[in-house]
């Protein structure tokens, strides 16, 4: 089992749509929880950033975590054309990564948003 | 002010050859991290550098690939002997030196783009 699974799609919506995004995680050590934006030949962005438990809104944005269930999502409300790309989750034991460095990505699930 | 460079975005070589990818961190980042992105397979580290630390060099996947950081600030990965395995997308990233409980995001490259014929 690999440490961190997510669903590589492609995930299709109409424009306007709730969109959910899921990681599931194997390794309860995990404290520091991030979503990341990658368009197409772009390098990928930070989008949202939590800690433990719980959720966090960031405008049309929401990520949830919820450690007993080794389980985070991100939900966009109102999606637009211009959400298309592809959304990794990344984790780590520390802050960013921390002094060891390096974060846990899953493989990144390619949206669509259609106009 | 000027993101994270990486030089050249996109590379074409042939089967054993030597390649060198190039990252310009962020002006004042200390951390500097290599990852690789493979079709399908997500991103995997590779590297680690922290200030004057010893690299962090657990992922590296070979003894063909080597990276070094001079004056603390731009990086070099290179990979010996091409192999078709090694094509993928090498991003780099660079953050204000991180610590067990601070707070410093990793801020990326567009990468480049490596295909090995």
Known sequence: QKEVEQDPGP????????????CTYSNSA???????RQYSRKGPELLMYTYSS???????????VD????YISLFIRDSQPSDSATYLCAM???????????????KGTKLSVKP | ??????????KVTEKGKDVEL??????GHTALYWYRQSLGQGLEFLIYFQGNSAPDKSGLPSDRFSAERTGGSVSTLTIQRTQQEDSAVYLCASSLLPGMYSNQPQ???DGTRLSIL
């Not at chain 1, 995990?30 to 990341?36: A, G, H, S, V």
């Not at chain 1, 780590?92 to 899953?106: A, K």
């Not at chain 2, 002010?1 to 996109?10: F, H, K, L, T, Y």
């Not at chain 2, 190039?22 to 002006?27: E, F, H, K, L, Q």
């Open chain 1, 11 to 22: 995930l299709s919506v109409p424009e306007g749509a709730i969109v959910s995004l899921n």
């Open chain 2, 22 to 27: 190039r990252c310009d961190p962020i002006s």
């Open chain 1, 54 to 64: 719980g959720n966090k809104e960031d405008g049309r944005f929401t990520a949830q």
């Open chain 2, 107 to 109: 801020h990326f490259g």
């Open chain 2, 1 to 10: 002010g000027a993101g994270v460079s990486q030089s050249p975005s996109n």
């Open chain 1, 30 to 36: 995990f404290q520091y929880f991030m979503w990341y």
């Open chain 1, 92 to 106: 780590s034991r520390h802050p960013y990564g921390g002094s060891q460095g390096n974060l846990i990505f899953g």
């Open chain 1, 67 to 70: 450690k007993s269930s080794k």
